[in-house]
């Protein structure tokens, strides 16, 4: 269930502060032209990210089977072509079920906040956790970054995050909460 977009929800929170978000600050709100400078500069710059991320995948992968007969050569990059396919959207597919699932549930902002930060944390284990398992993976590579570009794709072209829904839900009970007339 798609929730409605924050601008659409009315202008009655003169009285509540309304919260940032990480990445959007308080532009979610208004969702005017900063906001989706913002979401649109963010989003072509992780495509760009990733799909320079996909082509060194891709160059690494071509090495890994350099050596080996073209018919093997051929037989392996028509299923790893296939697999980056399926990848692409089952990633789609993924993020678009995550989503919908946290609209119905969305975090407050300081949930969001929160949740940035332990992200951050865990990052950092993760980046050199996974160095030594990368290099067993080239083979599958392309295609787990093919996942990852589809999981990306899905996060970018949401009508409205669950942080945002989730702040909007948060704005609509805190002005409902304040006493009226002063």
Same mark, same amino acid.
């Given at each position: 269930?798609?929730?409605?977009?924050?601008?659409?929800?009315?202008?009655?929170?003169?009285?509540?502060?309304?919260?940032?978000?990480?990445?959007?600050?308080?532009?979610?709100? /208004? =969702?005017?032209?900063?906001?989706? *400078?913002?979401?649109? +500069?963010?989003?072509?710059? %992780?495509? #760009?990210?990733?799909?320079?991320?996909?082509?060194?995948?891709?160059?690494?992968?071509?090495?890994?089977?350099?050596?080996?007969?073209?018919?093997?050569?051929?037989?392996?990059?028509?299923?790893?072509?296939?697999?980056?396919?399926?990848?692409?959207?089952?990633?789609?597919?993924?993020?678009? /079920? =995550?989503?919908?699932?946290?609209? *119905?549930?969305?975090? +407050?902002?300081?949930?969001? %906040?929160? #949740?940035?930060?332990?992200?951050?944390?865990?990052?950092?284990?993760?980046?050199?956790?996974?160095?030594?398992?990368?290099?067993?993976?080239?083979?599958?590579?392309?295609?787990?970054?093919?996942?990852?570009?589809?999981?990306?794709?899905?996060?970018?072209?949401?009508?409205?995050?669950?942080?945002?829904?989730?702040?909007?839900?948060? *704005?609509?009970?805190?002005?409902?909460?304040?006493?009226?007339?002063?």
């Amino acid at each position: 269930m798609a929730s409605r977009a924050s601008s659409e929800a009315g202008g009655a929170y003169a009285e509540v502060e309304i919260p940032a978000l990480p990445g959007l600050g308080t532009s979610w709100h /208004r =969702r005017g032209v900063g906001y989706w *400078l913002r979401r649109t +500069t963010t989003g072509l710059l %992780w495509l #760009a990210l990733f799909s320079g991320l996909y082509a060194a995948t891709l160059a690494m992968y071509a090495g890994f089977f350099d050596e080996v007969s073209g018919t093997v050569r051929t037989l392996v990059n028509a299923v790893l072509g296939v697999a980056s396919c399926a990848g692409l959207v089952w990633g789609w597919v993924a993020q678009r /079920r =995550r989503h919908r699932k946290a609209l *119905l549930d969305p975090p +407050t902002p300081d949930q969001t %906040w929160t #949740a940035k930060r332990l992200r951050a944390r865990r990052n950092v284990g993760v980046t050199f956790g996974w160095r030594g398992a990368i290099i067993l993976a080239v083979p599958v590579l392309p295609a787990l970054m093919a996942y990852t570009i589809g999981e990306l794709l899905g996060v970018l072209t949401v009508r409205e995050s669950a942080a945002e829904a989730g702040a909007r839900r948060w *704005l609509e009970t805190a002005s409902t909460a304040r006493p009226s007339g002063g």
